[in-house]
């Protein structure tokens, strides 16, 4: 657009004129202010004008109004033409029309502050909200709450359905949390399968548990995906400003810390934040801290108990038990950091040296003769059977230490079939193909799906030591262990008792027809040096009766 010194258009071009939608006729002798929206005020333009006289130069973005009356976003570049005795005669203004790069931008803002899978706000947006929230709740004195969500054993879902099974299993959750929130609250995905809500303007702490409440009722019923019906329960920690933190930080940590103690206290419930959260989270902290180190300075040892036939007194096999040598706490037994290690996926390479130590152990037995074709039986956790290379990890500590897989055993439990992943029979089935057993460990207490026995070929399954405890005198456990006992011979698989620490226990069994036991009444889990010389000695209930 070519416009006089006092503003009057004198011409433009055909590209103007295909931009704004006007005629050539309409446009000259006029003012550009036919363009004008009400994007900018008089200010605006009496500031555009005050720098064109000083400078002779002007450019920026603003909004112009087409023929047909839409605003439209240009860059608008005004030079002035100058005489020569430096007057400006004319100006000269260039219009790009900047609509295709705006839009672009706003779609990358949105997909800055979206999560792109569910369309949720992602974690920059809701940590923007909260700020908002709190600055305003500062001000106004309210109150509002952030709830902490996360699905039980997604994992599960991921490793047996598949990811994109997963994916709309997150699509549909996102749907109904988006569905259980007010006006004004924020839906927003955090990451994984954990997703969080901020509850604006709330007067009391009950009203959060509502909330929260009416999300778990809203997951009752199966979620339909495909051909699959899908329980999806969620765990949910609630924190409140300002009593539980007055920074965004400090509400969702404390949410999240609440969320943990939910999962603790059985899935898909809610818990609001306490004090002591904070406690306890330090501790974790600390011993995760000192977990990575035990790791890295090969603070564990592997620990062997005896497994031995009641008949002969032979010990046939044994457990490798992990200690902790703490370095400030002395030795620690499992319970005390295999939660915590699962938790923080540490419980990989703990289970890793435990594996290689045991069975380079085991390895040494044999070439010295100790050993000839006893079992050792290595516990595997969940978390580590999980991983999706787990077999392949396991061959190459095998090939490493050339331990014959017909001498060892691995102990599994019920937790990793939980979801009757396809995968996790895979693996076990591939780890018996060379030669390995597996066995049950802890059975009757977890979920004890019979289901599993039949679609499965394990190789043995262990009584948990909590039937043991009080047998024969209590009814009930003794008619349980009786019947695992039947139900395993049927099924031709072996089974070993665990815990045995009487002899009228060791009776009971055998009259049952249980041979095989492991237990403090023979051995306690002993270090290495001691296991060799409880190899050969007889068993009490031999000397006894013998
Ligand atoms: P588990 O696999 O059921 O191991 C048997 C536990 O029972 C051992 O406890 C053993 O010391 C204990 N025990 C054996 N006989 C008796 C008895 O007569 N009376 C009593 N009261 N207890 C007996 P421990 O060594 O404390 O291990 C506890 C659990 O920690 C194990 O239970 C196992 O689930 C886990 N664990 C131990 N080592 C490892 C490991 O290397 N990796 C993994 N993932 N878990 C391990
Ligand atoms: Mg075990
Ligand atoms: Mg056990």
Redesign the pocket.
């Known amino acids: 657009m070519l416009t006089s010194r006092d503003g009057t258009i004198l011409d433009v071009n055909d590209a103007f004129l295909e931009m704004t939608g006007y005629d050539r006729g309409e446009i000259v002798g006029g003012k550009p202010s036919i363009l004008r929206s009400e994007h900018h005020d008089d200010a605006f333009y009496g500031r555009m004008w005050v720098q064109l006289e000083k400078t002779g130069r002007w450019s920026q973005e603003i909004w112009n109004r087409r023929k047909e009356g839409d605003a439209v976003p240009f860059l608008l570049s005004i030079s002035a033409m100058k005489r020569r005795d430096g007057r400006t005669d004319k100006y000269i203004a260039v219009y790009n029309d900047i609509t295709e790069i705006k839009r672009s931008q706003a779609k990358i803002r949105h997909s800055a502050y979206h999560d792109a899978l569910t369309g949720l706000p992602n974690r920059s947006l809701l940590t923007d909200r909260l700020d908002m929230a709190i600055s305003s709740s500062r001000r106004s004195g309210e109150r509002f709450a952030l709830l902490f969500i996360d699905l039980d054993r997604f994992k599960n879902i991921n490793d047996s359905l598949g990811h994109f099974v997963g994916d709309k299993v997150l699509k549909a959750v996102a749907t109904i949390l988006g569905e259980s929130q007010r006006q004004g609250d924020t839906v927003a995905r955090w990451g994984g399968d954990e997703f969080v809500m901020l509850i604006s303007r709330i007067r009391k702490p009950e009203e959060a548990s509502i909330v929260a409440r009416r999300i778990l009722e809203a997951f009752n019923k199966p979620l339909r995906i495909d051909e699959h019906h899908i329980l999806v329960t969620p765990s949910i920690g609630i924190s409140l400003y300002p009593g539980d933190g007055d920074t965004c930080s400090a509400l969702l940590r404390n949410a999240d810390l609440s969320l943990y103690k939910a999962k603790e206290q059985g899935k898909g419930s809610f818990r609001f934040f306490r004090a002591e959260y904070e406690k306890d989270s330090l501790d974790r902290l600390q011993l995760e801290m000192e977990l990575r180190r035990a790791i890295e300075e090969q603070q564990f040892v ?2 062997f ?1 005896p497994q031995v036939r009641i008949s002969t007194g032979e010990v046939f096999g044994a ?5 902790w040598k703490h370095p400030d706490r002395g030795l620690l ?3 005390a950091f ?1 939660p915590i290690a ?1 938790e923080t996926g540490l ?1 990989i390479p ?2 890793e040296i ?2 290689r130590q ?1 069975c380079t152990q085991w390895k040494r037995w044999v070439q010295e003769r100790t050993i000839s074709n006893e079992r050792l039986a ?4 969940g978390v ?1 059977f999980a991983q999706p290379d787990f077999i392949d990890r396991i061959s190459s500590i095998l090939k490493e230490v050339k331990l014959d897989p017909r001498l060892l055993e691995f ?1 599994i ?1 019920e937790s990793i079939l939980v979801s009757g992943s396809e995968q996790a029979i895979d693996k076990i089935h591939t780890l018996q193909d060379w030669g390995m057993t597996v066995s049950l ?2 059975f009757g207490t977890g979920y004890s799906s019979l289901s599993y026995l039949s679609g499965i070929r394990f190789d043995s399954l ?1 009584i ?2 909590q039937f043991i ?1 009080n047998i024969p005198e209590n009814d009930d456990n003794a008619a349980i262990t009786s019947a695992i006992i039947a139900m395993a011979d049927r099924l031709d698989i072996d089974v070993i008792a ?4 009487k002899k009228r226990q060791v009776d009971y069994l055998w009259r049952q027809g249980c041979d095989r036991i ?4 023979h051995s ?2 002993v270090p290495a040096e001691q296991f060799v010389k409880l190899k050969n000695a007889a068993p009490v209930w031999l000397r006894k009766t013998g």
């Open positions: 592997v620990y108990q457990e490798a038990l992990v200690r037994p499992p319970g295999i699962e419980i703990i289970g435990v594996l045991a290595v516990n595997i956790s580590q102990e439990t460990d802890d262990k948990d030591r405890v665990e815990g045995v620490e492991q237990g403090f009444l306690r889990p």
